[in-house]
C-alpha cells in the first residue's frame, strides 16, 4: 500500500510537472510590449484635409485609443502566463537593449523614425522574434503633423512608393503593400492547417477552423507576400458582404496574417485589428471607457486569445533556422554609341536595366557618368532615382503591378571639343532612399564600366568593354567582388595590376572606404600623428579617415604602411558604414574583454565575415587585398537600406 501510494505520488509530480512546463517554459522568456507614446499622441490628434502638390489629402480624424490596445496586449499575454515588460519608445533608439527580448510585441505602432525602424529590422534579422499587430511605423515620427497643419503621411512623402510601403522595416515582411480596403460583415479565418502556429491553436481550440467575424465596415490592410519569399499567410479574409474595392479584394485571396522567416528571425504580421475581438477583464488604466472588452461588433475572443498565444510561442522559439538576406542586383547597359552631334556636341547614349535578383527591395538612383585618365567627370552625367525594386523577379507577381526591373533610354552631351583618347563610362546603383544625406545611408553597390575611345579627328567613339586586372582570374573566389569594387572605383590596382594576396595597409584600408562611402578626403582634417607630416602623401585620407572613425591612432602614430589586422578592419568596416549586428556566438580568440569584440561581433552577425573553421577569428592577422575587397563588398549588400 505504502509502494501503491508512493507511485502515485510520483506519478502526479510528473504530471504536475509536465503541466507546468509550458507556463514556465513562457515564463523564462522575455517578452516586450511596445508603449508607443507618439502613436497614441497621433490617434487623438485631428487635422484638416486639403491639397498638397496636387494631390488630394484626407482630414484625420481622432482614432480610437492606440494606448488601450497595446494594454490588451500585454495584460494578455501576462494572462497567459508570459514574462511581460514595457517597451518605451526610447528603447527602440538602441539595438541593445533590444536584444535583450526574446520577442516583441507592436500592437498599433503607427509612429517610428528611420533609425528605429533600422533597430528593429536589424533585431529580427539577428534572431528576434517580433508580433506586428496592424498598421506597424508606417508613419513618421520625426515629421509629426503640427496642429491645424494637413497629414501628409497617407502620401507616403517619404518613402515614394508602394514598394517600400514601411521604408527600411518593408524587407522584414517579405511582402508589398496593395491596399486599405473596407470590408463590411466579415470573417477571419484559416485555410492554412499545416502551419505550427495554426496546428497548436486549432488543437487547442479542439476545432480545424478558427472564426472572427465582425458585423460592422471597418478597415483592414492588404498585404501580398513577393514570390519565393518566407512569408506563409496562416489567416485568411475569407467572407464578407461589402467591400469598396470589389476589383481587387478576392475572398480566400489576401492573407489577414501571416508567418514570416527573415535571417535567424520570426515575424507574425496581423492586417487587421485583432485586439477588437479580444476581452481582457482587468482593473488597468483604460482609456475613453473601454475597460478591455471586445467590440460589440465582434466575435471570436478566445480564437483570437489562442492564435494570440501560438503567434507568440512561434515567434520567440529559439530554434535554429535562417533565412538569409539577399542584396542582389545586376545591371548592365546596351546600344551604346558616341558621335558628334549636328549642334556640334559630341553625344553619348546607351540603354540601361537594373534589375533585382534579391529576395529584399531595393531603391536608389541610376546614376552614369564619363570619367577622363585621371578620373574627372567630363561633362554632365545622367541620374534617375529608383523608388522601389520589388524582391519579385516573377512576371506573374502580386497583383501584377510590382516592379523588379527599371529600363530607360538616355542621353549625355559633353563638350563638342572633346579631346581625344580612351575615357571610362561608369553605370552605377546609389542604394538609399533620396532624400537620406548620411554617406553610410547612400552609397554606390553595384556598378558597370566600358571604355570610349575617340580618336583624334574622329566624329565618333568607339565603346569597348573595359579592361581589368590580369591577375585576378575568373576562377578567383574574390573574383566577382574585387571585379564590382573597380567598376565602382573602389579599388584601382598598380601598373594595371591589383596585387590579390598583397597585405593591405592601413593607408589602403582607410582609401578604400572612404571611397565605398563616398567621401572625398578633406584639407581641412586634421592629423595629430608623430609618424606623418601634412605634407606627406596619405595625410589628408589619414585624417579624414580619423574623423570619421575609420582609423585610429596607434602609441600616437598612424602607421600609415603599416598592414591592417583584422581586428582593425572590423572597426573600420563598423566605424564607417555605421554597421549594427547583435549575436551570442563567440570567437575562441576574441572574448568579450576584447577591445573590438562588439565590432567583430557585427561582423558576424551580418554574415560578412564566418571567422576561421577551428573558430577562430585571429583579431591580430593580416588583411590582403583580396580579402579585403571581399569584406567591402559583403559591407555594401548588407547594409543597404
Not at 475569407?238 to 479584394?249: C, G, P, R, V, W
Not at 571610362?424 to 532624400?435: A, M
Not at 582609401?511 to 589628408?540: F, Q, V, W
Not at 585620407?541 to 602609441?555: C, F
Request: net charge positive.
Amino acid at each position: 500500500m505504502k509502494k501503491l501510494f508512493i507511485s502515485l505520488l510520483v506519478a502526479c509530480a510528473f504530471m504536475l510537472i509536465a503541466f507546468l512546463a509550458p507556463t514556465q517554459a513562457k515564463a523564462a522568456q522575455k517578452i516586450g510590449v511596445v508603449f508607443s507614446e507618439s502613436s497614441e499622441k497621433y490617434a487623438n490628434t485631428t487635422h484638416p484635409g486639403g491639397t498638397f502638390n496636387g494631390q488630394s489629402v484626407s482630414e484625420k480624424v481622432d482614432y480610437s485609443s492606440t494606448y488601450n490596445k497595446e494594454l490588451k496586449a500585454f495584460l494578455l499575454y501576462q494572462q497567459q502566463g508570459f514574462q511581460v515588460e514595457k517597451i518605451y519608445e526610447k528603447d527602440l533608439n538602441n539595438l541593445e537593449n533590444l536584444s535583450e527580448y526574446d520577442a516583441i510585441v507592436f500592437a498599433y505602432t503607427v509612429m517610428m523614425n528611420h533609425q528605429q525602424r533600422e533597430n528593429v529590422k536589424m533585431y529580427v534579422r539577428n534572431g528576434g522574434g517580433a508580433i506586428f499587430a496592424f498598421q506597424t511605423a508606417r508613419n513618421e515620427s520625426t515629421k509629426f503633423p503640427k496642429s491645424s497643419q494637413m497629414d501628409l503621411s497617407p502620401l507616403i512623402y517619404d518613402v515614394d512608393s508602394w514598394v517600400m510601403e514601411w521604408d527600411n522595416l518593408t524587407e522584414v515582411f517579405n511582402s508589398r503593400f496593395i491596399d486599405d480596403i473596407v470590408l463590411g460583415i466579415s470573417t477571419i479565418s484559416n485555410i492554412n492547417t499545416v502551419h505550427p502556429i495554426i496546428q497548436n491553436t486549432t488543437k487547442e481550440l479542439g476545432k480545424s477552423k478558427l472564426a472572427l467575424t465582425k458585423t460592422d465596415r471597418d478597415w483592414v490592410e492588404i498585404i501580398k507576400p513577393w514570390q519565393g519569399g518566407s512569408a506563409t499567410p496562416i489567416l485568411y479574409f475569407s467572407d464578407y458582404n461589402f467591400t469598396d474595392k470589389a476589383k481587387t479584394m478576392k475572398k480566400n485571396e489576401f492573407g489577414a496574417a501571416h508567418a514570416i522567416e527573415y535571417g535567424k528571425g520570426r515575424v507574425v504580421q496581423i492586417g487587421f485589428k485583432i485586439y477588437d475581438y479580444i476581452n481582457i477583464d482587468a482593473k488597468a488604466d483604460w482609456q475613453d471607457h473601454e475597460n478591455g472588452a471586445a467590440y460589440s461588433t465582434t466575435t471570436g475572443d478566445k480564437d483570437a486569445q489562442v492564435f494570440m498565444k501560438h503567434a507568440l510561442n512561434w515567434v520567440a522559439d529559439n530554434h535554429n533556422g535562417y533565412v538569409p538576406r539577399r542584396y542582389n542586383l545586376s545591371l548592365y547597359s546596351d546600344g551604346v554609341q558616341g558621335y558628334v552631334a549636328p549642334s556640334g556636341k559630341f553625344v553619348f547614349y546607351s540603354t540601361v536595366t537594373v534589375k533585382n535578383n534579391g529576395n529584399v527591395p531595393a531603391r536608389g538612383t541610376l546614376k552614369v557618368e564619363i570619367l577622363d585618365a585621371n578620373d574627372k567627370v567630363v561633362g554632365k552625367g545622367h541620374e534617375r532615382y529608383i523608388p522601389g525594386l520589388a524582391a519579385d523577379s516573377t512576371t506573374d507577381n502580386a497583383d501584377k503591378k510590382d516592379i523588379s526591373s527599371h529600363t530607360e533610354k538616355y542621353q549625355i552631351s559633353m563638350p563638342g571639343n572633346l579631346a581625344a583618347g580612351t575615357y571610362t563610362i561608369r553605370t552605377s546603383f546609389i542604394e538609399g532612399r533620396d532624400d537620406r544625406k548620411n554617406a553610410n545611408e547612400k552609397f554606390a553597390t553595384i556598378a558597370e564600366i566600358k571604355t570610349l575611345t575617340r580618336a583624334k579627328g574622329s566624329n565618333k567613339a568607339t565603346i569597348a568593354a573595359a579592361p581589368f586586372f590580369p591577375d585576378v582570374a575568373s576562377s578567383n573566389g574574390a573574383y566577382h567582388d574585387i571585379k564590382n569594387l573597380y567598376a565602382l572605383g573602389i579599388v584601382k590596382g598598380s601598373n594595371g595590376k591589383f596585387n590579390p594576396q598583397g597585405t593591405l595597409t592601413r593607408l589602403q584600408a582607410t582609401e578604400m572606404i572612404l571611397r565605398a562611402l563616398g567621401i572625398p578626403a578633406s584639407n581641412s582634417a586634421t592629423l595629430n600623428a608623430s609618424d606623418i607630416k601634412a605634407s606627406e602623401y596619405g595625410y589628408a585620407v589619414l585624417a579624414t579617415g580619423l574623423r570619421h572613425g575609420i582609423i585610429a591612432l596607434e602609441d600616437g602614430k598612424i602607421n600609415a604602411h603599416q598592414p591592417m589586422t583584422r581586428a582593425a578592419m572590423a572597426r573600420a568596416l563598423v566605424n564607417g558604414f555605421k554597421l549594427q549586428g547583435h549575436t551570442n556566438h563567440t570567437f575562441t580568440d576574441v572574448p568579450t574583454s576584447h577591445a573590438y569584440y562588439k565590432d567583430v561581433q557585427a561582423l558576424y552577425a551580418l554574415g560578412i565575415t564566418t571567422g576561421y573553421a577551428d573558430h577562430t577569428f585571429k583579431p591580430s592577422g593580416t588583411v590582403t587585398r583580396q580579402n579585403f575587397a571581399q569584406f567591402v563588398n559583403r559591407t555594401l549588400h548588407a547594409n543597404s537600406k
